[in-house]
């Protein structure tokens, strides 16, 4: 009887060691969580108030105009304008506005910056490096989804376009964040998982349209359900399913009828390849040198690319998972990815913000590729040589790609366009309207910085090329004459104002510039600017 007392003794104190070990271990993963956000955090808020004058400025300030409308004009949400055709209303077919809404309530509260947009964005990063760390957890270990949350923190493209006054944070968040949740059901969760999830993909793939392509994990998991004789839960999820695809068929239908129904009839996105064609994607190499361009220089740059290389090629034995169906996940979701891409190659290729929804899975076979490297003849234990060899991939990673990477993309290159719209600002009055042409002719941030509303140059809008200079000065003049006829009362361009053929303003249109010399008024001509106020016919 004694010996049996003993023997519980003993194992009473061995349990209480093991709990006391177990939250020592729970507490160092949570610690790892947060130095890995802090990470995320510095990556993404650093030079938080840069203005928009980065590589994205195009995009950026269209996304900006949007949330001062919001501000000035309409709360309405379901009628996003800009403010670069004109006197308005500019309504335009977009995504649902997620940033830019909150962006305007900001404003709204705080009075007007021009980097709320970009605080909005790197918030919602925050969110996706939570979200994809606990996603791995489940689908892998804790180990890998650290190496995969560090790996999406330090990622060029990811800290890049996450600190963007873009809609595609909010999209990836919000999806990641339903595919959790999702999946947290999936392995026996509480009930109310399935409506929170759905709820935040649903506004994720409404914030941008290729977060469509992690459904297909959710879709997966449900199959799997199926296989499993589960068509109970299977069936809730379809529901959910139809539900969600009908409420963003609904809004994306009202999209195209607003962008189809006002002035200047643009609905965002375009290249798809039902409208340029198999044959000419396939002439195009499906677009595929510009996705490597952008991977090198922009994106990722060589380390990472042989980290996801060797993590896509060497995942984790289904030993080491605790449910064999989720460790396919990011194999679904990047499959899923790639149909998008194949489908709209031309539009996401001329557009880069668009390869975000695949940045979750490249990370987690990035984060899985880092775990192989460093525990490579060690095992899994995290003995001081893995911990050594992390630090050391970590570091080549980021010196390597990270810092420069994210340099070159936040160079200012638009910063003329900056200086031209504060020039506009000083000079014109209330309901004045411009004409700018920044250095990237159709961006808009000349406009956006002269805090009124205006035109780019040449005038753009639904199907018509605004980043191309007309081939003669004649056409140019009428478009400028044309102009002045809806109320245009500035004129002006960044003087290093180039198309996409990389033709000057100041020397491919030097007679629209002599033409302007004599019926309009100069009222600036610096080696950066050009302004002239025009005369009323």
Known sequence: MTGDTETADVQGVALLRWRAVARVWIDFNTLILLTILLVAAIARFHNITQPLVDAFSWRETSTAMMADNFQQRSWNIFFPEVSWTGPGPSYQGREFQIVSYLTALLYQLFGWHDWFGRMVAATFGMVTVFSLH????LCWDEAHAHAAALAYALMPGPAMID?????????????????WLFAKYWTGGKTWLLPLATLSFTLGALAKPPGLAAGAVIFYLMICWIVAGKRRHAARVFAAGLLSLAIIAAYFSWAIYLGRSYPPYHVAGSGYIWDSGFATFFKNSFYLKSVWNTSVWWFYGYPFMALIAVGFWMPPKPAETSERALSAIPYVWLAAAAVVYIAAAREITSNPWNYHVFNVPLAMFCGRGALVLATLGTGTVPSPAVMLRSACIAALALVLSTVPLLKTMKAPIAMNGKLLGEELARLVQPGELVVAIAPEAGDPVAIYYSRVRGWV????????????????????IAQLEDLRTQGADYFGTAKN??????????EHHDGVVDYLDKTATKLVDSDKLLVYRITRP
């Open 134 to 137: 606990r996603l791995t957890a």
């Open 163 to 179: 600190s963007s006054f873009l809609p595609d944070p909010s999209m990836l968040a919000l999806v990641t964040l339903g595919v």
């Open 497 to 506: 104002a180039a198309d996409n053929r990389d033709r000057l303003f100041v």
């Open 457 to 476: 140059f040449p005038p753009g809008g639904g199907d018509v090329e605004w980043s191309k200079f007309a081939e003669d000065d004649a056409t140019a």
